[in-house]
């Protein structure tokens, strides 16, 4: 089945830097690709739609210029935590639309620790 | 406003026994759903969906049952193994529509040997 590589798949940073994590589909092209943040024992929220070759959407109450979101090819996305807080803390998790434009496949997730 | 409720945060099972997961959701619209498997500091995994023109869909161990009348679905687990032991959310969304998923807050599954 598909496949969706996610990386890195755990981080751990000081406050203030920034921290870039990739999402790649691996054996289709994904034209859309979705950022999603789980806290502890909550569901996945949806942070950003990224578009391949144009801005990323991004859903009500997330900062676009806090989380930076580039989709410069059909198989790639990545998702920059510019000058990470500690309340960035969280598990990030990407996912691609396969041609059936239904099913997601998701990447492993990054856990990111600010410190 | 939930539009995809999992009301009940956990569940406990013996193995061998069948495990039934319950998922609401509140938005008519919604004509496809989905049940994602999710271990934990891993990303989730499909498992299966259903359209919203069918009532069941069966693959190996898992089904899962839409009753569009009462906006519920459920995903029925027989017979349980410990290794199914893990999160799983529903989801939801409108066809035809570019948008994201819908998801519910999850229900811990844990299978006792």
């Known amino acids: 089945g598909a496949v969706v590589s996610q990386h890195p798949s755990r981080v751990i940073c000081k406050s203030g830097t920034s921290v870039k994590i990739e999402c790649r589909s691996l054996?289709?092209?994904?034209?859309?690709m979705f950022w999603y943040r789980q806290f502890p024992k909550k569901s996945l929220m949806l942070m950003a739609t990224?578009?391949?070759?144009?801005?990323?959407?991004?859903e009500q109450g997330v900062e676009k210029d806090k989380f930076l979101i580039n989709h410069a090819s059909l198989t790639l996305s990545t998702l920059t935590v510019t000058s990470a807080h500690p309340e960035d803390s969280s598990f990030y998790i990407c996912?691609?639309?396969?041609?059936?434009?239904?099913?997601?496949?998701f990447g492993s997730g990054t856990q990111l620790s600010v410190l | 406003d939930q539009q995809v409720k999992q009301n009940s945060p956990s569940l406990s099972v013996q193995e061998g026994r069948i495990s039934i997961l319950n998922c609401d959701y509140t938005?008519?619209?919604?004509?496809?759903f989905l049940w994602y498997k999710k271990y934990p500091a891993e990303g989730p995994t499909f498992l299966i969906s259903?359209?919203?023109?069918?009532d069941k869909n069966e693959d190996g161990r898992f089904t899962v049952f839409l009753n569009k009348s009462a906006k519920h679905l459920s995903l029925h687990i027989v017979p349980s193994q410990p290794g199914d032991s893990a999160v799983y959310f529903c989801?939801?969304?409108?066809?035809?529509?570019?948008?994201?998923?819908?998801f519910g807050s999850g229900t811990q599954l844990t299978v006792l040997p």
């Open positions: 938005n008519s619209m919604f004509d496809y």
């Open positions: 996912s691609a639309r396969d041609r059936d434009l239904r099913k997601l496949f």
């Open positions: 989801a939801a969304s409108v066809e035809g529509s570019a948008r994201q998923l819908t």
């Open positions: 990224s578009n391949e070759g144009s801005k990323a959407t991004y």
């Open positions: 259903i359209s919203s023109i069918k």
């Open positions: 054996d289709f092209q994904a034209t859309t």
